[in-house]
C-alpha cells in the first residue's frame, strides 16, 4: 500500500523560500510519474507541479519560473523548492502518486 508523507511546510515571508518534501513508500516510485498539488482556502485542488519518471518536469504557470520539482530515487523522496513565494501560495500542499495522495503540508506566506 502507497503511503505519502509530505514535510517542510510553514510561515513564509513574502518573497521567502521554502522546500517542500515527500516520503513515498510501499512501492519504489522511479518508474511512476509524481506530482504536487495545492488546496487554498475555499478553493479546489490544482495543479503545480509534476515530475515524470523519465526525467520530465511540467509546471502550472503560477509555479513556472519560481519552482522546482525534484526526486530522489534511491530514497523514494520527491521535492518542491518554492522560491519567492507569493501571498496566493499559502495553501495545503499535497503529493499524489498513482492516484494515491499524502495528508498534505501546510504553507502560509504572510508577513
Known amino acids: 500500500q502507497v503511503q505519502l508523507v509530505e514535510s517542510g511546510g510553514g510561515l513564509v515571508q513574502p518573497g521567502g523560500s521554502l522546500r517542500l518534501s515527500c516520503a513515498a513508500s510501499?512501492?519504489?516510485?522511479?518508474?511512476?510519474?509524481m506530482g504536487w498539488y495545492r488546496q487554498a482556502p475555499g478553493k479546489g485542488r490544482e495543479f503545480v507541479a509534476i515530475s515524470g519518471y523519465l526525467g520530465t518536469t511540467l509546471y502550472s504557470d503560477s509555479a513556472k519560473g519560481r519552482f522546482t520539482i525534484s526526486r530522489d530515487n534511491a530514497t523514494n523522496t520527491l521535492y518542491l523548492q518554492m522560491n519567492n513565494l507569493k501571498p496566493e501560495g499559502a495553501a495545503i500542499y499535497y503529493c499524489?502518486?498513482?492516484?494515491?495522495w499524502g495528508e498534505g503540508t501546510a504553507v502560509t506566506v504572510s508577513s
Open positions: 510501499g512501492r519504489t516510485f522511479s518508474d511512476v510519474n
Open positions: 499524489s502518486m498513482l492516484q494515491c
